[in-house]
């Protein structure tokens, strides 16, 4: 991370000195008009100005009492948060009884957008939602759907091809100039649309995590990132596995077991990395998923705590991880991280995350959302 440095002198009544500003830092120093103090002063300064270039900020990562509970539109507490995804201003929750909720100002202030539940006879169960490219997504059960521009008007539909199978994961990116829309779930079921999350939707025909009713495996996780310049798409789920989609065909090529064997969870993308986590404290890192090449980071920190989630916080350039028993995980490049737990906020476990631009926003199985201060 390169950093700026300016040099200077002042003059006081002590003497001469320098005044060295890094980064916005400034020191001063005082040579006591002493010509030998005055060269020693400008040779730490002259070594300051060339290591500035190569200076680095470790974050410091926020504890538990960073952060303040905002007011839960989900029913005080009544419903469990399914899924958060932010645009980096604007953070959208989606609970598992049907409500969808928005923030304005960095999951702060919160606000219940209208019912999308009505939009179905029976109502829906969200399981997920993601944001891409200008477009909020939410999914559920039986392949129903939901998007939104700006997270408070919302757009309710079906996604066929994923009916009548339950929506698990969700990514939007663009690859090769193209727009694609991706949903996955139950079975091994998934399907892409180009352009609109209007669709038309079309079935992944050949999915590597199967097709058979009741025999494929689930698809818990999916992330779009760049490797090179180029948009991938990943996804993982049930038996460890992972595949890749690198073009609009839909095709995704996989799976790979990834050495492991346990259920996986969550994908996040960052620094030019992909991190996979899942039961167990299973952990992969990978800059490249198209070789198939997974690295295991074993954290003892967090004990055999299954993870949950893991995204990027971009403000401090870290990966924020959340695991079971309210257990929540900070590193900067996926490879070291610092655990703690947020008991003190939730009774019942973290099972949402959203790193906006300023802040990180985390929500329970109880409705309860908090946010760095």
Partial sequence: ????????????????????????????????????????LIIISV?????????????????PAAFRQAESPFLNGQQRIS???????????????????????????????????????DGIRFNTVTWGEG??????????????????????????????????ALSVGIMKTQLVFVAAGADGRIAYALNSPDGPWIQVLASPFGNKDGEGESVNALVFGRIKGAGIFVAAGDNGNIAVMNDFSGKFSGPSAAGTR?????????????????????????????????????????????FLNIDYYPLMEFFVLIAEDSAVGFSKNGESWSATTFASHFTNGISAIAC??????????????????
């Fill in 83 to 121: 899924g958060m995804a932010t645009d980096g201003t604007n953070v959208v929750a989606v609970s598992y009884e049907g409500t969808i909720a928005f923030s304005r100002d960095y999951g702060e202030n919160w606000q219940t957008a209208p019912l999308v539940y009505n939009a179905f006879s």
């Fill in 1 to 40: 991370m390169k950093k700026n440095s300016e040099q200077g002198t002042v003059n006081s009544e002590q003497g001469t000195g320098l005044v060295v500003s890094i980064a916005g830092c400034q020191q001063t120093w005082i040579a006591n008009n002493n010509p030998r103090s005055l060269i020693l």
């Fill in 356 to 373: 906006t631009r300023k802040k990180i926003v985390l929500g329970g199985a109880d409705g309860v959302i908090v946010y760095s201060n």
């Fill in 135 to 168: 477009y909020f997504l939410a999914g559920g059960d039986f392949g129903r759907a939901a998007w939104s521009r700006d997270g408070e008007v919302w757009h309710a539909g079906v996604i066929g091809p994923m009916s009548p199978k339950n929506i698990y």
């Fill in 262 to 306: 346990e259920t996986l969870r969550g994908l996040g993308f960052g620094d030019d990395r992909f991190i996979v986590v899942g039961d167990s404290a299973v952990m992969k890192i990978s800059a490249d998923p198209e070789s198939y090449s997974w690295t295991t980071i074993r954290e003892r920190d967090f004990g055999l705590r299954p």
């Fill in 47 to 63: 070594v300051l100005v060339f290591n500035a270039c190569y200076l680095t900020i470790t974050p410091v990562h926020p504890s």
